[in-house]
């Protein structure tokens, strides 16, 4: 994302303002809504065929040759977009401008994956480390959740897993150090026993958080585990596949 184009949506923002004015958040057009109808349309969503355990795409939509060699924990993952702009400025927006308008946003557009999923018995937000909600004073995945499940009707449950350690920022890391860096990351006392769970985080790159608190709530007795995020960052090549599959894009 060029400078420019953060600079611009940065400076949109401003929710109160645009809500305001009845404008859309990322082209100001006169809209009563969050975003107008063309930019939901024209926003990057998963293609529909892709690997139903990672979420990267294949054609046909079927496991790929990584998750049928290694299947991850979870039983099956969705996401709603790709983690490119401007979905990528509205989560940093959420997360480091602290922007909590942006929550409700992005939990409607993972609403548009998720309702018809099979409901779990309890969606668990990937908790951050007691340090770094001082720091910033909320957890984004838990403001998404609030809002995910006023609509869907699921349990939330806030305080079920907990961060013992904080872990340096797995951005600039490997694979293998990303699994290493988070290993007993994830604490959890309650009892999961025949459930299903869904895990909810707002981002999900390499897996390698969501694995790791998959296999503690796996531990507690979950018989089912769901992997909800809101976008899935997707490799340079998966990223420029994404782009042919322009025509089976999800619709507004």
């Known amino acids: ?53 990672c979420l990267l795409p294949m054609t ?45 946003i992005l939990a409607d557009l993972l609403l548009a994956e998720v309702a018809s999923a099979i409901r779990p018995d309890c969606v668990v937000p990937v908790p951050i480390h007691p340090a770094r909600l001082r720091q910033r004073g909320f957890n984004q995945a838990l403001e998404i959740g609030r809002h995910l499940c006023q609509k869907t009707g699921d349990k939330l449950l806030p305080a079920a897993c907990t961060r013992t350690r904080e872990t340096p920022s797995q951005t600039a890391l490997s694979w293998k150090k990303r699994r290493k860096n988070v290993r007993h990351t994830f604490a959890c006392a309650l009892d999961f026993s025949g459930q299903h769970v869904a895990i909810l985080d707002d ?50």
Not at 5 to 32: E, T, V, W
Not at 242 to 250: E, N, S, Y
Request: glycine share 4%; charged share 15%.
């Open 1 to 53: 994302m060029s400078n420019f184009l953060s600079q611009i949506l940065n400076k949109r923002l401003n929710l109160g303002q645009c809500f305001q004015h009845g404008q859309c958040l990322l082209c100001l057009a006169a809209c009563d809504q969050a975003l107008c109808d063309a930019c939901i349309r024209s926003l990057p969503w998963l293609p529909r065929e892709h690997c139903p355990a």
């Open 60 to 104: 046909p939509a079927r496991l790929c040759g990584t998750c049928l060699a290694k299947p991850p924990v979870w039983t099956d993952a969705k996401a709603a977009l790709q983690y490119a702009f401007p979905v990528d400025a509205m989560i940093q927006g959420l997360k480091y401008q602290t922007d909590l308008t942006l929550a409700p």
């Open 203 to 252: 981002v999900m790159t390499s897996g390698a958080t969501l694995a790791e608190m998959a296999s503690v709530i796996q531990h507690q007795g979950a018989a089912r585990i769901s992997i909800w995020v809101v976008a899935r960052v997707l490799p340079r090549p998966f990223a420029n596949a994404a782009q042919c599959m322009i025509g089976d894009q999800h619709p507004a």
